[in-house]
């Protein structure tokens, strides 16, 4: 197990591994598996009282998970992150072009899928906080729930359902992928100088 990853996060690392589909919602953040590295940077370099060191370190357990995505069968990825996401600064202006420019190329692998909540939904379901469910034949579906401090995850039956439900209700919400490109595109200009 990678010593740079915290005990609390290695279990969902190996699940992350062996899974052979995600379902995931953001309201805060680009999801890590999705980010960029100096968005990363950005993040990681936010946390109080953390050493660039740490910060460092955590960067490069980050990049490498994402090589799940890459391999020969990566797993499926839906993904819908909020509007929010997309207008909240990150890192600098062109942190966040990088940022969105990477969305834009990842929505084109076919494993990927990327949708947003746009703020005309006024949906509320998801609110406070993101997470993701991992699906995988002969593994029980698991959910790894954001938290400020750490997150959690759990296998329970009845809380896989629960946030299964809300994923779907916050996806019934959420623009389609090709709609949700175009606006990822408009926004974009934001951060163009």
């Known amino acids: 197990m990678n010593a740079k990853i915290p005990p609390w996060f290695r279990e969902w690392v190996e699940i992350e591994q062996q899974a052979e589909s ?35 370190n955590s960067l490069s357990s980050r990049m490498e998970r994402q090589a799940v995505l890459r391999r020969e069968n990566p797993p499926m990825l839906w993904v819908v992150i ?18 969105l420019d990477h969305l834009l190329e990842s929505a084109q692998q076919p494993h990927i899928t990327i949708q947003v909540l746009p703020y005309i939904a006024r949906a509320t379901t998801g609110l406070l906080g993101g997470f993701v469910i991992a699906q995988s034949k002969g593994m029980v579906d698991t959910v790894y729930l954001q938290s400020a401090l750490r997150g959690h995850t759990t296998d329970q039956p009845g809380e896989v359902r629960e946030t299964l439900t809300w994923y779907e209700a916050i996806r019934a919400e959420a623009l389609s992928q090709r709609e949700s ?9 934001r951060w163009t100088t």
Do not use: C, N
């Open 22 to 56: 995600f379902r995931a919602w953001h309201p805060l953040t680009v999801p890590g598996l999705l980010q960029t590295e100096g968005y990363a940077r950005a993040i990681l370099r936010g946390k109080p009282g953390v050493s660039s060191a740490s910060a460092e």
């Open 181 to 189: 490109l175009v606006l990822i595109e408009e926004k974009r200009s």
């Open 82 to 99: 909020d509007e929010g996401v997309l207008l909240r600064p990150v890192g600098s202006d062109e942190v966040m072009l990088g940022q």
